[in-house]
């Protein structure tokens, strides 16, 4: 009888975390403005000190609602070999960055940003690089290489803050923008 | 039963609050490396190392704990890759090195295992503590 009542808490458990996932996932393209909060534009900024510290050190703490939860768990199983560079974790802070990134994903978000990321990807896809997500590359496809790779300030798209003057803070807006050595970007 | 648990939970709370010294977290750190083998420092040899280049493949085929860090460890190094600048590793220039034991190791394993392709042993790491306390010296 225990068994039985157990197994149905986990049952239920199970279908309430993942009926908000299958429900983010429906296929209504990158969506519209007015479908989201206007209060809520960019993606959440990170709060979890935490993934702060452990991840901040190397790099700018990428925003979690950033990447979908299949694309932070991919990258969270190989941080020996992270981009070239090792940054494994001890068993206890990786289930805790996990936590903090799989709870906080573009896929369980309802910030602007994060629902047109996660919404140009392809359910069988799980990028690890937010530069190759198509939402990514549809809004920076007008930007020269010269601002970006040519530019010694720059050097990469995964520099998001060295243009995005307010990344870390979860903000995106095109208001924010300073490309160094050239100025304000105006679509 | 009651006695057992009380004594767990606040030695659990003792351990989790202790803050080491700069001085404590280093001699604790050697006193663990001594019971493991290397039972004396050389700093010099610890400078050795870390100007030491390792070939590897793919991006950064040389490698040093220079690439991140140069050889000056009272100043600031720079992230090969990434470009973030990395405080300076030398306690007299940055108070927070060394004072912690748990940061000590994750980076060793890291960075030794990046750069040569294999963790350091104790006494790499002891050598390492003792020319990074005081690198000016050597």
């Known amino acids: 009888m225990k068994s039985t009542l157990a197994i149905t808490a986990i049952i239920f458990t199970i279908g309430f975390v993942t009926l908000p996932v299958v429900m983010s996932d429906s296929d209504y393209g990158w969506g519209k403005d007015e479908e989201y909060d206007r209060s809520s534009t960019g993606v959440a900024a990170i709060s979890n000190p935490v993934y702060k510290e452990e991840c901040g050190s190397c790099h700018m703490a990428y925003p979690a609602g950033l990447l979908p939860a299949r694309s932070w768990t991919r990258l969270m199983a190989d941080l020996e070999n992270h981009f070239g560079d090792n940054a494994e974790l001890d068993a206890a802070t990786h289930q805790s960055i996990s936590k903090f990134l799989l709870a906080n994903s573009a896929d369980q978000s309802n910030y602007r940003r994060s629902r047109k990321l996660n919404n140009s990807i392809r359910l069988a896809d799980a990028p690890l690089r937010i530069s190759a997500i198509p939402y990514f590359r549809h809004e920076h496809d007008e930007i020269p290489e010269r601002l970006v790779s040519g530019n010694a300030e720059v050097k990469s798209f995964s520099h998001c803050n060295a243009c995005h003057t307010k990344a870390e803070q979860g903000s995106f807006n095109e208001h924010d923008i300073h490309i160094p050595g050239y100025g304000r970007w105006d679509d | ?138």
């Open chain 2, 1 to 138: 039963m009651k006695t057992h648990i009380l004594v767990t939970v606040s030695l659990l709370f003792s351990s989790a609050s202790i803050t080491l010294a700069n001085s404590e977290a280093m001699d604790t750190l050697l006193q663990t490396y001594a019971a493991q083998g290397a039972a004396t420092t050389n700093a010099e040899q610890g400078k050795r190392l870390w100007v030491k280049t390792y070939q590897n493949k793919g991006e950064f085929s040389e490698r040093s704990c220079t690439s991140c860090h140069t050889q000056d460890l009272t100043a600031p190094g720079k992230h090969a890759k990434t470009g973030k600048i990395i405080k300076s590793m030398s306690p007299s220039s940055n108070p927070e090195r060394l004072t912690d034991i748990k940061k000590i190791e994750k980076w060793f394993k890291r960075n030794c295992k990046w750069t040569m392709g294999r963790e350091c042993t104790v006494q790499e790491k002891a050598n390492f503590l003792a020319y990074i306390d005081k690198p000016t010296n050597f």
